[in-house]
């Protein structure tokens, strides 16, 4: 019998949602790197569709934060309250050791469009904000050209040896990027939860593996605790034999307030996985390896 307990050693979670945070979360990047390495884990990341969150890793350096015996990291989300596109904001967020640069996603106009859904789900924000303005990759506003910034962008994630992530772009507009990601010399990418909001064809997530991405599932979208819950675990076993669990992840993507802590749901979501038929070893390359290898913490 497989201890689900032992799948979580030296597992990384590369979509935790800690405070501080304009949407209302139920910890911090210090309780939640702790909870991980009580579970075994060997590194998180920690986002936020806001702000930079190397800065906030950085800060919490000074008060303990690596005596969790796990690495953290932080990264930027390339949304209009860090001035979307903006090489000057990446460029800080890696010189400060951010790992990811996600693509838009609370601007990404895949997300403003669906955030008029009720069925979306999205948590409402504890304190009052302007309203996002739709942030794209293209230059003149159609799909084509890809702006200029996104290009300066590229550079600076391949030279950092940083990762790309999707963010909730369109899937057109992340195959456009992940293309010129791949030519800029860009080896590590990832695309989150591509049946939620990206809502792309398993055409189109095949053709995002072939470029060298990663496809990353949420757990809390097959978590019936979480408000986010979409789907049963087959949906998810059909998404990871699809691609291959050598081309997937997992990612919590929890961390907000009234949802399941991230440690609680890989134990549940990786228990049913294996129940499901999925082997231990493919579960391990799914919360461990690929995360691992993708962060560069597998050496």
Not at 20 to 34: H, K, N, T
Not at 38 to 52: F, L, T
Not at 238 to 250: A, C, M, Q, T
Request: charged share 20%; hydrophobic share 45%; net charge negative.
């Amino acid at each position: 019998m497989i201890d689900v307990e032992k799948l979580l050693d030296g597992a990384v979670d590369l979509h935790v949602h800690p405070y501080p945070s304009p949407f209302p979360r139920r910890m911090d990047a210090s309780e939640a790197a702790q909870r991980a390495a009580d579970a075994g884990m060997r590194a998180i990341v920690v986002k936020s569709h806001h702000h930079d969150t190397a800065m906030d890793v950085a800060a919490l350096r000074e008060h303990g934060i690596d005596r969790s015996g796990i690495q953290v990291f932080g990264g930027i989300a390339l949304n209009t309250q860090v001035g979307g596109f903006n090489p000057h904001a990446v460029n800080l967020c890696l010189a400060m050791g951010g790992r990811v640069v996600w693509l838009p996603t609370i601007a990404s106009p895949a997300h403003i469009a669906h955030h008029a859904d009720p069925n979306l789900r999205f948590p409402a924000l504890a304190v009052p904000l302007i309203p996002e303005q739709p942030l794209d990759v293209w230059a003149n506003g159609k799909p084509g050209e890809l702006r200029r910034e996104v290009h300066e962008i590229l550079k600076m994630i391949a030279e950092a040896d940083a990762v790309l992530a999707s963010g909730h772009l369109p899937p057109a507009s992340i195959i456009a990027v992940f293309e010129a990601a791949r030519d800029a010399g860009v080896r590590r990418m990832i695309v989150n939860h591509p049946n939620f909001v990206i809502e792309a064809s398993k055409d189109e997530v095949r053709t995002m593996v072939e470029l060298g991405a990663v496809i990353e599932h949420s757990l809390c979208m097959y978590d019936e605790e979480s408000s986010f819950c979409n789907w049963r675990i087959d949906t998810l076993v059909d998404w990871i034999r699809w691609v291959g669990p050598e081309h997937s992840s997992l990612g919590s993507d929890l961390g907000q307030a009234n949802n399941p802590l991230p440690v609680d749901s890989f134990h549940k979501i990786c228990s049913r996985l294996i129940e499901a038929g999925m082997t231990e070893r493919e579960v391990r390359s799914i919360v461990a390896d690929n995360p691992a290898r993708l962060v560069g913490v597998d050496g």
